[in-house]
T-cell receptor
Framework: DAGITQSPRHKVTETGTPVTLRCHQT?????MYWYRQDPGHGLRLIHYSYGVKDTDKGEVSDGYSVSRSKTEDFLLTLESATSSQTSVYFC????????????FGQGTRLTVV | AQRVTQPEKLLSVFKGAPVELKCNYSYSGSPELFWYVQYSRQRLQLLLRHISRESIKGFTADLNKGETSFHLKKPFAQEEDSAMYYCALHSYYQLIWGAGTKLIIKP
């Protein structure tokens, strides 16, 4: 397996609280992605990074922010969690964006109550 | 707009029967398409990509630009093929994903 880990793996939080999910890689891949997976929607891109301090919004970025201060870590923050953000979150890494295989983390199941 | 459509949420076939998972795309330009698979309790992983024209685990997928399709096929399904399958389209820095098809192989 590619060296990519997500933490925490499971989290329950209350509406209105901030939450940060961490993605850590040991592959030195340039590109990192945060997705959410919901039934009937497949994977939807939240934010992605194409280098340290270089990030951009994906399809469903509202309510989320990211930071990448070093190559190996990509943090996803929910500033004020809402019930609609209950989902499974996946981090992925890729060596380049042009058709190279993306490697995925194990996922984080987040429940906002 | 770029879009990937997997019309079947669930596909159930008997072991030994042929399998076809449908994927249609909308993209202006030359598409790069992938199939990813997620087995129970495992990570999402690449199954195959159209540019390599390979067969993985007996699965093949041919890009049909005229029909804008990239269907995944296997002539004889096996029980271990039961999984969630996603079709994805590369666009700029990201992959655009279909909603996925759950494949169940009945014994």
């Amino acid at each position: 397996d590619a060296g990519i880990t997500q933490s925490p793996r499971h989290k329950v939080t209350e509406t209105g609280t901030p939450v940060t999910l961490r993605c850590h890689q040991t592959e030195n891949h340039r590109y990192m992605y945060w997705y959410r997976q919901d039934p009937g929607h497949g994977l939807r891109l939240i934010h992605y990074s194409y280098g340290v301090k270089d990030t951009d919004k994906g399809e469903v970025s509202d309510g989320y922010s990211v930071s990448r201060s070093k190559t190996e870590d990509f943090l996803l923050t929910l500033e004020s969690a809402t019930s609609s953000q209950t989902s499974v979150y996946f981090c992925a890494i890729s060596r380049d964006p042009k058709g190279t295989e993306a490697f995925f983390g194990q996922g984080t199941r987040l429940t906002v109550v | 707009a770029q879009r990937v459509t997997q019309p079947e949420k669930l596909l159930s076939v008997f072991k030994g029967a042929p399998v076809e998972l449908k994927c249609n795309y909308s993209y202006s330009g030359s598409p790069e398409l992938f199939w990813y698979v997620q087995y129970s309790r495992q990570r999402l992983q690449l199954l195959l990509r159209h540019i390599s024209r390979e067969s993985i685990k007996g699965f093949t997928a041919d890009l049909n630009k005229g029909e804008t399709s990239f269907h995944l096929k296997k002539p004889f399904a096996q029980e271990e093929d039961s999984a969630m399958y996603y079709c994805a389209l590369h666009s700029y820095y990201q992959l655009i994903w279909g909603a996925g098809t759950k494949l169940i192989i009945k014994p």
